[in-house]
């Protein structure tokens, strides 16, 4: 299965800063989705990201407060702008991948963010 | 829009008991479905993933149940250890190249 990686693993922002979240993938895959878990919470979807397009926020989410970038088939970011105390999260990266017949997502560790 | 509910919210149990895990969701229409396990302050694990037109999968001693028509889905956890104590997350995708929409997952606790 696919390999993820995320950098920060953690990370505590003053508000109003912007931190930006790299995810690495160790094989190409066109899929890449970003999630957010507030505390106590299930996962949320942000955006789905393909290499070579813009990537497609889901609703309460806008490119503005949360911009990506896709620049290859192995690496994405998400920053997270003009933070608040609200933005408090675990932000994790998904890939897609095909895997004997079955579309199988995997996850990323995580980057937990605190915002003061 | 899809929604995912899992019953019970948290569960414990002591060691060795077998249990299981409810997943309900509103639109049938699913491509296929994933169980994850999350740790405390972790990522997700994959566990099963249990394409539509399956009734079951297994893994281990994981088994999950899939009933399409009427929306629900089972996790089955035999012989519980202290090592699955965690967040069980139930996750159906619509359709190929979509993204998974998450339950608020069941918390396991197994002493020992």
């Known amino acids: 299965s696919a390999v993820i990686s995320q950098k920060p693993s953690r990370d505590i922002c003053q508000r109003g800063t912007s931190l930006t979240i790299q995810c690495q993938v160790d094989s190409q895959v066109t899929m890449m989705f970003w999630y957010r878990q507030q505390p106590g919470q299930s996962l949320t979807l942000i955006a789905t990201a393909n290499q070579g397009s813009e990537a497609t926020y889901e609703s309460g989410f806008v490119i503005d407060k949360f911009p990506i970038s896709r620049p290859n088939l192995t690496f994405s970011t998400l920053t997270v702008s003009n933070m608040s105390p609200e933005d408090s999260s675990i932000y994790l990266c998904s890939v897609e991948e095909m895997r004997l017949g079955r579309d199988t997502q995997y996850f990323g560790p995580g980057t937990r963010l605190t915002v003061l | 829009k899809q929604e995912v509910t899992q019953i019970p919210a948290a569960l414990s149990v002591p060691e060795g008991e077998n249990l299981v895990l409810n997943c309900s969701f509103t639109d049938s229409a699913i491509y296929n479905l994933q169980w994850f396990r999350q740790d405390p302050g972790k990522g997700l694990t994959s566990l099963l993933l249990?394409?539509?037109?399956?009734r079951e999968q297994t893994s281990g001693r994981l088994n999950a149940s899939l009933d399409k028509s009427s929306g629900r889905s089972t996790l089955y956890i035999a012989a519980s250890q202290p090592g699955d104590s965690a967040t069980y997350l139930c996750a159906p995708r619509s359709q190929a190249g979509t993204a998974l929409i998450f339950g608020k997952g069941t918390t396991l606790s197994v002493s020992s």
């Open positions: 249990i394409q539509s037109s399956q």
